[in-house]
């Protein structure tokens, strides 16, 4: 007999090792984390570009006066940060706050390279919290509350202390349960609130808008928009299937549970692809990966990761349980438990909301995205003049970083990366500046050329000399038609004066600036 004969088939070998890791998550830990501290770097990293010139002392919306009226309110520091805890309670300060979002950028990158353990992610969580608590409105997205609940999740899927991307410890399958319940109550939120939001949602033709009227299009957005009636009314029944149908086969046996996190997961490249969303998409990714376990992964990932998977858990089998960990994810699952009645009971409800917390730690929330779906894009454009008077004066347009603007310039593709003043002046277009008094503070800053605030910006259009006057002008845009070869990705028309023109010494723009201290009384003009 041949030396060849006595050794098994490769089939042989394949099957050998699924039938070992039927039950394990190691492989889906390690690739889970390892996204976790992904999704955490860019949420940091947009703290790092953008957190100074937001919330800063002499930021838009400044972390210190909002703290100091929170404490007014609930009547100490203390009462303020039982209510919404925040290491910045302790001390806020433009170093605090870059000092914060660059210990979680350098943390974050450690988990991406593979090591994490309870302590690394509990800091993690710990500084986004504090920095989403003195966020304001820039950081008033239902993706925030999601990152810190999924990452609330990742303390409880590592050791304590070991920090190695195998440690001694198997994964507690627990928890893989927690992130399959926190995925559907996601995708079912979606879902519920799209057919109780909008009645395009019920008849099809909500991506007949969506598209072009979303808060940061990309070039695909442009190609999307203009495919067939009945291509967008697939997409809109197909959303449909994978918000409200497949979420329950996460709870399902091996296979259907595979099929579902493959099509869930599938489901928000499709979205990445399609637009601009920020890191929400990515972000939904995580709990997508809990519904794999290590017979998904051994046929993906190189045989040698797969090997030292293998290694890990053949070594793990042989250690004492850590009575210390499984009591943990016992009262972590419980707490999960007892948190999830009312997102479940506003699941049910005719009247459901979404993206709210029912928390003060925001440990188990509830979800939703486009309610609504806008059928025309508005735009605000800032315009600067150097002219001494606004009524004989030529004008010259500011340019955001990714939000529409000159109608030649293609729309950019930035996400997971999310401008965050380019999202609230999405918002600001469907309202009147007083409902986003900001604007006025943002105005002011224009007219001083502040450097925190044209960092936000594309380009300085005034690098000389501040502008005398500053005005907004609201526009109706329009994706540019196919066979249109003018250069344009956009047409827009003029709707009217958004705000009127506006220079430093006007009195009710000092008014308005001065109720909101911004402006001492008793400022200079210049």
């Known amino acids: 007999m041949s030396t060849a004969s006595q050794e ?57 006066d909002y703290l100091r009226r929170l404490a007014a309110h609930f009547g100490s520091n203390a009462g303020g940060f039982f209510e919404l805890p925040s ?30 353990n309870s302590l690394i992610m509990l800091v993690l969580w710990g500084l986004y919290m504090s920095i989403m608590n003195v966020g304001q409105l820039w950081y008033g997205y239902g993706w925030e509350m999601q990152l810190l609940e999924t990452g609330f999740l990742g303390v409880f899927l590592c050791p304590l202390f070991d920090p190695r991307p195998f440690p001694r410890h198997a994964p507690p399958v627990v928890v893989f349960w927690l992130y399959r319940w926190l995925i559907f109550r996601i995708m079912l939120g979606a879902g519920l609130i799209k057919i109780r939001g909008d009645a395009c949602w019920r008849d099809l033709t909500c991506l ?36 409200l149908i497949v979420p329950w086969f ?81 009262a ?13 009971m506003n699941l049910v409800s005719p009247g459901q909301v979404m993206n709210t917390s029912f928390n003060r730690l925001n440990l188990v929330n509830t979800y939703g995205a486009f309610g609504t779906v806008g059928r025309e894009r508005f735009e605000i454009i800032f315009e600067g003049t ?51 008094p900001w604007t006025f503070h943002f105005v002011w800053k224009l007219l001083h050329n502040d450097a925190g605030t044209l960092s936000l ?19 109706r845009y329009h994706f540019t038609p196919p066979g249109k070869d003018d250069g344009t990705w956009w047409t827009r028309e003029r709707v009217g004066v958004w705000l009127p023109p506006l220079s430093v010494d006007h009195p009710e723009f000092r008014r308005i600036l001065e109720s909101q201290g911004w402006l001492q009384p008793s400022a200079d003009l210049r």
């Open 250 to 330: 996460g709870f399902y046996p091996r296979k259907a549970r595979h099929v579902a996190g493959v099509l869930m997961a599938g489901f928000q490249v499709v979205l990445i692809i399609s637009g601009n969303l920020s890191f929400l998409n990515w972000l939904t990714i995580v709990p997508c990966l809990a519904c794999f376990d290590d017979t998904f992964w051994e046929r993906l990932l190189p045989r040698a990761l797969v090997q030292r998977a293998r290694q890990a858990g053949d070594a793990a089998a042989r250690m004492p349980a850590s009575h210390a960990a499984e009591f943990a994810v016992v």
């Open 8 to 64: 098994p088939p490769q089939n042989d070998l394949d099957a050998a090792i699924s039938a070992a890791s039927k039950t394990r998550y190691w492989l889906s830990r390690f690739i889970l984390l390892r996204f976790l501290g992904f999704i955490y770097f860019i949420a940091f990293l947009c703290a790092v570009k953008q957190i100074v010139p937001l919330i800063g002392h002499d930021g838009l919306l400044p972390a210190d």
């Open 457 to 475: 910006l594309a380009n300085n259009t005034f690098p000389a000399e501040p502008p005398r006057y500053i005005r907004a002008e609201l526009y």
């Open 386 to 436: 150097l002219d001494p008077s606004p009524d004989k004066a030529t004008w010259k347009e500011y340019e955001f970083v990714a939000k529409p603007g000159d109608p030649r310039r293609r729309p950019p593709i930035i996400a997971p990366y999310q401008p965050r003043i380019d999202w609230q002046i999405w918002f600001a277009a469907m309202a009147s500046p007083q409902q986003y």
């Open 332 to 344: 972590l699952a419980f707490v999960v438990a007892i948190l999830s009645l009312e997102p479940v």
């Open 87 to 116: 290491v910045f309670w302790f001390g806020v300060s433009d170093g605090a706050l870059l000092t914060v979002s660059w210990i979680g950028l350098v943390l974050s990158i450690v988990v991406m390279c593979g090591y994490a």
């Open 208 to 243: 007949y808008y969506h598209y072009e009227t979303q808060p940061i299009p990309n070039p695909i957005s442009w190609w999307l928009h203009f495919r067939p009636h009945w291509f967008q009314k697939f997409g809109t029944l197909w959303n449909h299937f994978v918000e």
